[in-house]
Structures are given as structure tokens and as C-alpha cells.
């Protein structure tokens, strides 16, 4: 099913995928809700200069009422007693250096610890199929793949991006960028080596709907 969610790309300094998803998510189901990026960064406990990670604002959209269906292999308690060790470990070199040097580590300890206790310690690692029943099911589908293999380019980069639909050979996405893509369409087999970068198991995805009141 192709959803028509609002587009909104990153801000100019490339640092605000996460904030664009969001507010491309937050527009799509509240349309009179219009978040400034200031506004985001504080939901989403920005900092500047990092890239975001996705914990304190899943906790602080929960409260807000949205449903949030979260699906990954992180180990959230070995991440928060071995920090960057645990990086390296689950994603190999390349990957966890990026993330350790793009990151506040010990602030991300900290949300963790938070962070369980509302989402738990036990989480299912998603396939294609998982994606396809969420929006089936009218939920927004954000996942964290690698940048550069979206686009055949070596190296690494966390990245948000929206799916939009998934078929037998493709997958639409809203990539807010930079450069900006909206409702690109990419092959499968693309899709697949930057969401399952380095391997496999480490496919996510967070899904949102708009609790019913």
C-alpha cells in the first residue's frame, strides 16, 4: 500500500534525518500539529553536531499517544554496561566507530536505562514482511539503514528513511537527505544492503499509529 505521507527533507546541515521522519510522521497523523526543528531536537534530545539515536523520542511520543512498535536485535543492557565495546562487537569497526564518533555515548547509557523500562529487553528482528503487515495495518514504517549503499556507494553512514511499500522487486521510500528524495523507488536487492548493513541482524524498524481515544 502506497501511503500519502507528508514529505519534509533535512535541514542544511545534514544532520536532521531523524527529525524529518518524525515530522513527516507526526504530520501525517495530526495535519494541525506542525513541529518546529527546535522543537524536534528537544523531543528527540538532539545534539548538535551528533547524529540522533532514536530512544528518548520514541519514550516521549509514546506519552504523547502514539503506538510504537519497536523490532531489532540490540542488546539494550550490554549497551549500557560496555558502551562503544558493545558497538564494536555488533556491528563491527567501521560501523561502530562512526557511531561512537557521531554520538554522546554516555548520554545514550543514560536514555537506555530509561528506555527498558518502558520497551523492554526482548526485541524480534523484522523481515520484508514485517514492514508489509505494519502498513497494511495504517502504521508509519521508519527503519535506520547504512547511506550509502541506498545509492551504490562504498562506506557508512546511519541514516532514517520512510517506507512507503515494498514489492516483489522494489521498495518506495521518503529519504529526506541530503539531497532530498521523495517517493524514490529503489530495487530490492539495494534496499536490502543498506538495511541489512553490516549483516543481517541488523534489520530494524519502528512502526507508529495514532492510538485510538
Known amino acids: 500500500m502506497k501511503k500519502k505521507i507528508p514529505f519534509y527533507s533535512n535541514t542544511s546541515d545534514d544532520s536532521h534525518c531523524y527529525q524529518a521522519v518524525i515530522k513527516m510522521m507526526v504530520k501525517y497523523f495530526v495535519p494541525g500539529k506542525d513541529f518546529s526543528w527546535e522543537e524536534l ?4 534530545a538532539k545534539k548538535k553536531g551528533k547524529w540522533t539515536w532514536p530512544m528518548q523520542g520514541l519514550l516521549n511520543f509514546q506519552k504523547m499517544g502514539f503506538e510504537i512498535a519497536n523490532y531489532e536485535e540490540f542488546d539494550y543492557q550490554a549497551f549500557i554496561k560496555r558502551g562503544g565495546d558493545y558497538l564494536v562487537e555488533k556491528y563491527g569497526k567501521e560501523a561502530a566507530e562512526e557511531q561512537i564518533k557521531m554520538s554522546d555515548i554516555s548520554k545514550e547509557q543514560r536514555i537506555a536505562k530509561e528506555f527498558i523500562k518502558v520497551f523492554g529487553t526482548k526485541f524480534v528482528l523484522p523481515t520484508l514482511k514485517t514492514i508489509r503487515d505494519f502498513l497494511r495495518k495504517g502504521y508509519i514504517a521508519i527503519v535506520n539503514v547504512n547511506y550509502y549503499p541506498l545509492y551504490r556507494q562504498p562506506g557508512y553512514s546511519g541514516h532514517f528513511v520512510i517506507v ?8 518506495r521510500l521518503h529519504d529526506p537527505g541530503l539531497p532530498r528524495k521523495d517517493n524514490m523507488r529503489i530495487p ?3 534496499f536490502l544492503a543498506a538495511w541489512e548493513y553490516p549483516d543481517g541482524r541488523s534489520r530494524n524498524l519502528t512502526a507508529f499509529k495514532l492510538k485510538k481515544t
Open 188 to 190: 530490492l536487492r539495494q
Open 41 to 44: 531536537d528537544q523531543l528527540t
Open 164 to 171: 512507503l511499500s515494498i514489492d516483489k522487486r522494489s521498495v
